[in-house]
């Protein structure tokens, strides 16, 4: 993941705009809506920002109509959707993918409290995202006005910069607010304009000349290096990225990265590492975190732990991973390059690979299918046989999550939404150098769909730079995480379809609550009806509905052809698995 952050946001609000970093224009201090659009919009785009997402409204008409102007001059994507929760979760994932300030578009009332779900996710995970709100004029405020509300404030901590823009607001105003908020969102931090505007809604719009970047450069201090007595471990989980298997690379410790952290490859990756932390964890000394981890139970039971040093390398985000409160934050970790790995630490480091290889089961996969070399019939026939019922084998968790492994490559992307599955895959991927992504600031099952489209969206049909041409984006949902966001499976027309292919385990309902402790002493039927929440919906006509290319997966095979030779544009897998 490209590098967002410099620091922690203050997980305080601020009203009070910072010095802006866009040019004063030298227009009128009195703005109609069509010519505060402009400002607002020419400023964001001066910045640096290249993706917007919108919903349609009434109040809001002015913005919209800018950004289709500003897309038709080649400045900017518009993204248009009808449901403000997979807008704002498009916009998220377009941030995530980019690292570059993505702004979401809507008008006020309700639609204003939809896009709070995406703004704590992106509070959690430090992913830079700009909601512009329309709004009324202030004085209507309490007034029962139609589709008026209180908008200032309504996201709470998580918008970390927040300006609230009367109508009319002169351009000094403007500026002073847009340099606050792209100051902040640069930084890896949502953040909040609310802007008021009066009738007419709409109308001319005088030139805007074109002004600087309002990216701000700050300088990282250089990190103290550690010391090499303690028996040492690294821990990366999401947002993690390749830092923490440079550093592993670098140190000669031990890599326990989880399979969203985009560590999970090299040397240093110790493979089936939650097995091996049950045999060896309580011998560690000292851990160094990167990212949130968040899939396991034993990872924070060993941060918890009073006999172990806790390093934490500050991250994106409101709030740093630190279990129990414990732990250093520190902005970044270094060993001493004149400092040689010790020969303890090599056999500490041999003992994990030894362990981690040895508790690694075989792979859940398809046989060779080259032959058997065999000149007898017999021999032959019996290869045949066997490789026939393999790939016709139903799928099972370990099957299905191997396969999506086993077909990605770097310069595809991956998604893994909250569900029983990404912890599948924790527990039995090897190491592969794969680009992660997933949505674990707060775990939740929404905007999963949305989330995948704007990471393919960024990572296929816009310039992302210091990376390569990406291939096909790969989502893997569990079917409640799926039908949370089915919303998102609506593209608008004219707008060009992303390769992306949604791999949904069916299995009928939250089975992952089958592991919670109360499964085995609720009321069975009770725990069905408001735990698994079982469905019977129609999948394949889901996909027709909303023009998704649809295969059902019913056996390994099908699901490898699927999985290798993805379908150019939007497709949809499902995958039947047993409770």
């Known amino acids: 993941m490209p590098d967002r952050a410099h620091g922690t946001p203050d997980p305080s609000r601020s009203t009070e705009p910072v010095s802006a970093s866009l040019p004063e224009s030298g227009l009128p201090e009195t703005t109609s809506a069509s010519h505060a659009a402009a400002v607002v919009l020419r400023g964001l785009v001066d910045a640096g920002m290249r993706h917007l997402v919108l919903s349609p409204g009434s109040r809001s008409q002015a913005l919209a109509l800018e950004a289709a102007r500003l897309?038709?001059?080649?400045?900017?994507?518009?993204?248009?959707?009808?449901?403000?929760?997979?807008?704002?979760?498009?916009?998220?994932?377009?941030?995530?993918?980019?690292?570059?300030?993505?702004?979401?578009?809507?008008?006020?009332?309700?639609?204003?409290?939809?896009?709070?779900?995406?703004?704590?996710?992106?509070?959690?995970?430090?992913?830079?995202?700009?909601?512009?709100?329309?709004?009324?004029?202030?004085?209507?405020?309490?007034?029962?006005?139609?589709?008026?509300?209180?908008?200032?404030?309504?996201?709470?901590?998580?918008?970390?910069?927040?300006?609230?823009?009367?109508?009319?607001?002169?351009?000094?105003?403007?500026?002073?607010?847009?340099?606050?908020?792209?100051?902040?969102?640069?930084?890896?931090?949502?953040?909040?304009?609310?802007?008021?505007?009066?009738?007419?809604?709409?109308?001319?719009?005088?030139?805007?000349?074109?002004?600087?970047?309002?990216?701000?450069?700050?300088?990282?201090?250089?990190?103290?290096?550690?010391?090499?007595?303690?028996?040492?471990?690294?821990?990366?989980?999401?947002?993690?990225?390749?830092?923490?298997?440079?550093?592993?690379?670098?140190?000669?410790?031990?890599?326990?990265?989880?399979?969203?952290?985009?560590?999970?490859?090299?040397?240093?990756?110790?493979?089936?590492?939650?097995?091996?932390?049950?045999?060896?964890?309580?011998?560690?000394?000292?851990?160094?975190?990167?990212?949130?981890?968040?899939?396991?139970?034993?990872?924070?039971?060993?941060?918890?732990?009073?006999?172990?040093?806790?390093?934490?390398?500050?991250?994106?985000?409101?709030?740093?991973?630190?279990?129990?409160?414990?732990?250093t934050v520190v902005p970044d970790v270094a060993v001493d390059a004149a400092d040689p790995v010790t020969e303890q630490e090599r056999a500490w480091f041999g003992e994990w690979l030894q362990a981690g290889r040895a508790l690694a089961e075989d792979p859940d996969d398809l046989p060779y299918t080259g032959g058997s070399g065999s000149d007898q019939a017999a021999v032959r026939g019996a290869l045949a046989r066997e490789e026939l019922a393999a790939v016709r084998a139903p799928n099972t968790r370990r099957s299905l999550v191997e396969a999506i492994w086993r077909a990605s490559w770097p310069h595809d992307r991956l998604f893994l939404a909250a569900s029983r599955l990404v912890r599948e895959a924790d527990l039995v991927v090897p190491g592969k150098k794969i680009t992660v992504r997933a949505n674990r600031g707060l775990a939740g099952i929404d905007g999963s769909i949305s989330s995948a489209i704007g990471i393919a969206i960024a990572s296929q049909l816009a310039e992302v730079p210091g990376t390569a041409a990406a291939g096909a984006t790969r989502a893997l949902l569990g079917d409640l995480a799926f039908l949370h966001d089915v919303g998102g499976l609506l593209q608008a027309p004219g707008e060009r379809a992303p390769r992306v292919q949604l791999i949904v385990g069916n299995d009928h309902g939250g089975t992952i609550f089958d592991g919670l402790e109360v499964a085995g002493t609720a009321d069975r039927t009770d725990f069905e009806r408001v735990m698994i929440t079982p469905h019977a919906v129609d999948i394949a006509s889901l996909a027709a509905a909303y023009g998704w290319h649809y295969t059902l997966a019913t056996d390994r095979g099908t699901l490898d052809r699927a999985l290798t030779a993805p379908p150019a544009g939007l497709s949809i897998v499902e995958v039947p698995l047993d409770r």
Not at 101 to 124: D, F, I, K, R, Y
Not at 253 to 264: F, Q
Not at 272 to 284: F, N, P, V
């Open 71 to 327: 897309e038709r001059m080649g400045e900017l994507a518009v993204h248009v959707r009808i449901d403000e929760r997979s807008a704002g979760f498009l916009a998220l994932g377009l941030a995530l993918e980019s690292g570059i300030p993505v702004a979401v578009v809507t008008t006020s009332g309700t639609a204003v409290a939809n896009l709070h779900p995406a703004m704590l996710e992106a509070w959690h995970s430090g992913v830079p995202l700009i909601a512009i709100t329309a709004d009324r004029p202030a004085e209507v405020r309490g007034t029962g006005a139609n589709q008026t509300t209180t908008q200032p404030g309504i996201f709470g901590p998580a918008a970390v910069f927040e300006a609230d823009v009367r109508a009319g607001a002169g351009i000094a105003r403007l500026h002073r607010s847009l340099g606050g908020a792209w100051a902040t969102a640069i930084n890896g931090a949502p953040v909040h304009l609310n802007v008021s505007f009066r009738e007419p809604l709409s109308g001319p719009v005088p030139e805007i000349g074109r002004g600087g970047s309002g990216v701000l450069a700050v300088d990282d201090p250089a990190a103290p290096p550690l010391s090499r007595g303690p028996r040492t471990v690294i821990i990366a989980g999401t947002g993690a990225g390749p830092q923490a298997e440079e550093f592993a690379h670098a140190s000669g410790w031990p890599l326990l990265a989880e399979v969203t952290s985009g560590s999970r490859f090299g040397r240093s990756a110790i493979p089936a590492y939650r097995a091996a932390l049950a045999r060896l964890g309580h011998r560690i000394e000292r851990a160094i975190v990167f990212g949130r981890p968040n899939l396991s139970r034993e990872v924070p039971a060993l941060l918890q732990r009073d006999d172990v040093e806790v390093i934490v390398v500050e991250s994106a985000g409101a709030e740093q991973f630190r279990p129990g409160g414990r732990g």
